[in-house]
């Protein structure tokens, strides 16, 4: 097994009291950064959410983890998997304790750990502050299009733990620390389903032990039977949730859904209509030009790199592996002189939380955010004002109502929806179906779903929108400058309301 050469010792020098203070106040800074970002009213609007604390709030109310699904109305009763449970629970507590203000926090909190967990990659892989600072703010940065209440963030947080552990490892062969990945595993495969995403590097990790036998550019410390049986441990550790083995089963059906690609836009790869996007291109190309700047391609980050490439590129909700990894790439190979540096004094943890605390205080006081400015936030984006008037008024369904309006309605209006945000459950015909019909396709109005409906929810600015304005079979009941009410006309006989 041939291990990595080891880098020349760097000299280590002190460091006085009031640089390490000012590093306490950069690092602070650094760490408060990404969270502002996502500290503001819109953030509260994402379609996803709203299904997870309706299934967090089944949960609790009959202790037990759901097998069939109760929220739509054509699935009711079909078999069906709430394999990101645990986030279910813990996103629907955060509002019950504060209402809207709730998600906020926890995407706050779990932005707050992500920078942390980048920057303890970085900066045990680059012994340069400055440069440190410098490639986690560009990756977090970048990753601020998935910075929403969604249980990927702790996809991220895991995924980001688990590459600490692993290139650490590699370059210093201390095994012991492959232990705590079946504890990520165990909890990582109840909060969200891309913990696959994990065991592929993992594979790689174990491919590159194996080959270093023969291969000089498979360079790691680690021996095969650590690698292994670390990757037995947390297979089995992902066995550890209410579904067993079919969450494997249920996460490839998640993955293979060739229409979802196509229709729907955070699945689609990368618009390149913000920085964000073109700083992952920069990040990819910087990395792999620092790999090819070596003798011999490594094996283990030339796969991860690739892996990367095939992930990212294909999905822009994905986009944050291909950032994590040419960070880490970057902090590895990006060569300095300044030594070592003395590690931080225990006096300026105190200093460094202190600072994140005032400036996310000050950042919500200058942003004032409360309940109720999120609330009108949220107005903005999803039929908030549509819901009350359909409660008010006692219109009743089969409800028809597009995709992205579908987890929200599960949630305020508690009536059985035609379709909702969980793309593996529905199937790509029945995306494809409701995609064609409220985009007013040909065969629009022989739609079952929509023939059947006694009430109808829709976008203000859809095309199907305004052509049910025409159609006798409905009649318009509300509207406001976000969603517009149909009732069908041979259930319901209302006056029209406007706002």
Same mark, same amino acid.
């Given at each position: 097994?041939?291990?990595?050469?080891?880098?020349?010792?760097?000299?280590?020098?002190?460091?006085?009291? @009031?640089?390490?203070?000012?590093?306490?106040?950069v690092l602070a800074a650094l760490l408060a950064a990404p969270a502002l970002v996502c500290m503001h009213a819109k953030a509260v609007a994402d379609p996803d959410v709203w299904l997870h604390m309706r299934t967090g709030q089944w949960i609790l109310q009959h202790?037990?983890?759901?097998?069939?699904?109760?929220?739509?109305?054509?699935?009711?009763?079909?078999?069906?998997?709430?394999?990101?449970?645990?986030?279910?629970?813990?996103?629907? !507590?955060?509002?019950?304790?504060?209402?809207?203000?709730?998600?906020?926090?926890?995407?706050?909190?779990?932005?707050?750990?992500?920078?942390?967990?980048?920057?303890?990659?970085?900066?045990?892989?680059?012994?340069?502050?400055?440069?440190?600072?410098?490639?986690?703010?560009?990756?977090?940065? *970048?990753?601020?299009?998935?910075?929403?209440?969604?249980?990927?963030?702790?996809?991220?947080?895991?995924?980001?733990?688990?590459?600490?552990?692993? $290139?650490?490892? !590699?370059? /210093?062969?201390?095994?012991?620390?492959? $232990?705590?990945?079946?504890?990520?595993?165990?909890?990582?495969?109840? $909060?969200?389903?891309?913990?696959?995403?994990?065991?592929?590097?993992?594979?790689?990790?174990?491919?590159?032990?194996?080959? *270093?036998?023969?291969?000089? @550019?498979?360079? /790691?410390?680690?021996?095969?039977?650590?690698?292994?049986?670390?990757?037995?441990?947390?297979?089995?550790?992902?066995?550890?949730?209410?579904?067993?083995?079919?969450?494997?089963?249920?996460?490839?059906? =998640?993955?293979?859904?060739?229409?979802?690609?196509?229709?729907?836009?955070?699945?689609? =790869?990368?618009?390149?209509?913000?920085?964000a996007d073109y700083s992952v291109v920069f990040l990819a190309l910087a990395a792999a030009i620092t790999l090819g700047w070596r003798r011999r391609l490594p094996f283990f980050e030339t796969a991860l790199l690739a892996f990367a490439a095939v992930v990212s590129?294909?999905?822009?909700?994905?986009?944050?592996?291909?950032?994590?990894?040419?960070?880490?790439? $970057?902090?590895?190979?990006?060569?300095?002189?300044? %030594?070592?540096?003395? @590690?931080?004094?225990?006096?300026?943890?105190?200093?460094?939380?202190?600072?994140?605390?005032?400036?996310?205080?000050?950042?919500?006081? =200058?942003?004032?955010?409360?309940?109720?400015?999120?609330?009108?936030?949220?107005?903005?984006?999803?039929?908030?004002?549509?819901?009350?008037?359909?409660?008010?008024?006692?219109?009743?369904?089969?409800?028809?109502?597009?995709?992205?309006?579908?987890?929200?309605?599960?949630?305020?209006?508690?009536?059985?929806? @035609?379709?909702?945000?969980?793309?593996?459950?529905? %199937?790509?015909?029945?995306?494809?179906?409701?995609?064609?019909?409220?985009?007013?396709?040909?065969?629009?109005?022989?739609?079952?779903?929509?023939?059947?409906?006694?009430?109808?929810?829709?976008?203000?600015?859809?095309?199907?929108?305004?052509?049910?304005?025409?159609?006798?079979?409905?009649?318009?009941?509300?509207?406001?400058?976000?969603?517009?009410?149909?009732?069908?006309?041979?259930?319901?006989?209302?006056?029209?309301?406007?706002?």
């Open positions: 097994m041939n291990a990595p050469e080891p880098p020349p010792t760097p000299s280590t020098h002190p460091i006085s009291r @009031s640089t390490q203070v000012a590093e306490a106040l202790q037990a983890i759901p097998y069939t699904d109760s929220f739509t109305s054509f699935g009711a009763g079909r078999p069906w998997a709430a394999y990101s449970w645990l986030f279910d629970l813990l996103v629907v !507590r955060c509002f019950q304790w504060l209402g809207i203000s709730g998600l906020l926090l926890y995407t706050t909190a779990m932005v707050l750990a992500i920078t942390g967990a980048i920057y303890h990659l970085i900066r045990r892989l680059q012994s340069d502050f400055s440069l440190s600072v410098l490639l986690t703010l560009m990756a977090t940065l *970048s990753l601020t299009r998935v910075f929403s209440p969604r249980s990927w963030l702790f996809s991220i947080l895991f995924f980001v733990l688990q590459l600490d552990i692993l $290139l650490d490892a !590699r370059k /210093t062969g201390r095994a012991r620390q492959l $232990l705590w990945l079946p504890v990520l595993y165990a909890l990582w495969t109840n $909060l969200h389903i891309q913990f696959f995403d994990g065991l592929v590097v993992l594979a790689l990790a174990v491919a590159e032990a194996i080959l *270093s036998r023969w291969w000089t @550019s498979a360079r /790691t410390r680690l021996s095969p039977a650590w690698l292994c049986g670390a990757v037995v441990a947390s297979i089995l550790a992902t066995l550890a949730n209410p579904y067993g083995w079919n969450i494997y089963r249920i996460g490839f059906h =998640a993955a293979s859904q060739p229409a979802i690609l196509s229709l729907i836009g955070e699945y689609r =790869a990368l618009p390149f209509r913000s920085p590129f294909r999905s822009e909700r994905d986009m944050w592996i291909m950032i994590l990894i040419a960070a880490a790439i $970057l902090a590895q190979d990006i060569a300095t002189s300044k %030594g070592t540096r003395q @590690s931080a004094a225990r006096f300026t943890l105190p200093i460094t939380a202190a600072a994140i605390a005032l400036i996310l205080f000050m950042g919500v006081r =200058a942003m004032h955010l409360n309940n109720t400015r999120l609330r009108a936030a949220l107005a903005q984006k999803m039929p908030v004002r549509a819901v009350e008037v359909i409660k008010q008024q006692g219109y009743r369904g089969p409800l028809y109502n597009p995709f992205t309006w579908g987890d929200y309605l599960i949630w305020d209006l508690r009536m059985p929806v @035609s379709i909702d945000g969980r793309t593996d459950f529905n %199937g790509d015909p029945r995306l494809e179906r409701f995609y064609a019909t409220w985009n007013a396709q040909p065969g629009w109005a022989s739609d079952p779903d929509l023939q059947s409906a006694g009430l109808v929810i829709a976008p203000i600015n859809y095309p199907l929108t305004q052509l049910l304005r025409l159609d006798p079979r409905f009649q318009l009941a509300y509207q406001d400058n976000v969603a517009a009410v149909f009732i069908a006309r041979r259930l319901n006989e209302q006056p029209v309301a406007t706002k």
